[in-house]
């Protein structure tokens, strides 16, 4: 962290997704790579969970956001990337998740001074934290926590 204007300053990375964007601290994201198809998922998965893929020979299940919540699933177009975002609850089985993203995200300065919530998350649910305008855009801050919770569920 470093000190903007005497407020401390965090780089966050907005996730493009096609109903809105997500806000993660940049730390949280290893690697963004270009789409690749996944495995299937099991019969009994939900929408959300397009299934499981491999990213430097881990199983990384990659997740639709947009279908979390509430979007209808869409096509996936050629500009389409993936977060892997690592988790959270420190599972050695699980230790990242991919995200499927509608575009490149870019980089953000996160200070007090460029982000404000905007009250509650909406239609996002469980999965989304808190809804958020920074540097004059709305995004959401994801409790990836529930999403891993939900990942267990399904998968183990």
Not at 15 to 34: A, C, D, F, K, T
Not at 72 to 88: K, V
Request: net charge negative; glycine share 8%; hydrophobic share 40%.
């Amino acid at each position: 962290m470093s000190k903007a204007k005497g407020h401390q300053e965090v780089r966050g990375v907005l996730l493009p997704l096609r109903s809105g964007q997500l806000l993660l601290p940049n730390v949280s994201v290893s690697e963004v790579i270009g789409f690749r198809q996944p495995d299937s998922p099991p019969a009994d998965a939900p929408d959300w969970l397009l299934g499981v893929m491999s990213w430097h020979q881990r199983s990384v299940p990659l997740v639709s956001f947009d279908v979390l919540v509430g979007s209808a699933s869409e096509e996936i177009g050629h500009r389409a990337r993936i977060a892997i975002c690592n988790t959270l609850n420190g599972n050695p089985q699980r230790p990242y998740i991919g995200i499927l993203l509608r575009s490149i995200p870019h980089l953000v300065r996160v200070t007090e001074e460029f982000i404000a919530p905007l009250g509650e998350p909406g239609d996002g649910g469980d999965m989304i934290k808190q809804q958020v305008r920074i540097s004059g855009q709305e995004a959401w801050i994801p409790d990836l926590d529930a999403l891993e919770q939900a990942l267990e569920q399904v998968l183990d």
